[in-house]
């Protein structure tokens, strides 16, 4: 089945910086990558997306970007904010037709 | 649109209790109904997949008679907890895929959180 990988595990970061989540995934049918931000005790929500035919994609302060030929993708949150303090999942939807989650990263910004 | 409702989001019962939870696709039709489960600081594991009308399929790992899935309708999927122990305390998801996958592949519940004492 699917593997995703998902780095770090926690990060810090001082308010206004940039934070930069990377993924590795195995199922090369792998075709729509969803990035979920989950606040302690509710339910993952869905903050942008991106499709296999696409190697970039951009939402006001957050970036996608994915690279099939090496099977990775990564989150870019720019001038970071305490309100982005969460748990972050990269996710991948592929052959088994449902959504696999990576580990998390617990991101924090710093006043 | 695509709301899935979860109910309860609350639940502190004895050990040997059973608990069901319910997940109702409100405003479209769920073909497919996902159960997800997460211990404190952990990601999501799926346990089980339904389909409307069929049986469900389960996770390596995951106890078919200790977790009762019934999908009788497009719109309502329900989670049994049978004979619950405290290590089956965890945070409960569940997961609706539309018949024609809308925007997303699948719309989050709330979530329940299981306490058992």
């Known amino acids: 089945g699917e593997n995703v990988e998902q780095h770090p595990s926690t990060l810090s970061v001082q308010e206004g910086d940039s934070a930069v989540i990377k993924c590795t995934y195995s199922?090369?049918?792998?075709?729509?990558f969803p990035w979920y931000k989950q606040e302690l005790g509710k339910r993952p929500q869905l903050i942008i997306d991106i499709r296999s035919n696409v190697g970039e994609k951009k939402d006001q302060r957050i970036a996608v970007t994915l690279n099939k030929t090496a099977k990775h993708f990564s989150l870019h949150i720019t001038e970071t904010q305490p309100e982005d303090s969460a748990v972050y999942f990269c996710?991948?939807?592929?052959?088994?037709?449902?959504?696999?989650f990576g580990s998390g990263t617990q991101l924090t910004v710093l006043p | 649109g695509a709301v899935v409702s979860q109910h309860p989001s609350w639940v502190i019962c004895k050990s040997g209790t059973s608990v069901k939870i319910e997940c109702r696709s409100l405003?479209?039709?769920?073909?497919?109904m996902f159960w997800y489960r997460q211990f404190p600081k952990q990601s999501l594991m799926l346990m089980a997949t339904s389909n409307e009308g069929s049986k469900a399929t389960y996770e390596q790992g995951v106890e078919k008679d200790k977790f009762l899935i019934n999908h009788a309708s497009l719109t309502l999927s329900t989670l049994t907890v049978t004979s619950a122990h405290p290590e089956d305390s965890s945070f409960y998801i569940c997961?609706?895929?539309?018949?024609?996958?809308?925007?997303?592949?699948?719309?989050f519940g709330d979530g329940t959180r299981l306490s058992i004492l």
């Open positions: 199922d090369s049918a792998s075709n729509y």
């Open positions: 405003d479209f039709q769920a073909t497919t």
């Open positions: 997961s609706a895929r539309a018949r024609n996958l809308l925007n997303q592949p699948q719309h």
């Open positions: 996710v991948t939807f592929g052959s088994a037709r449902q959504l696999t």
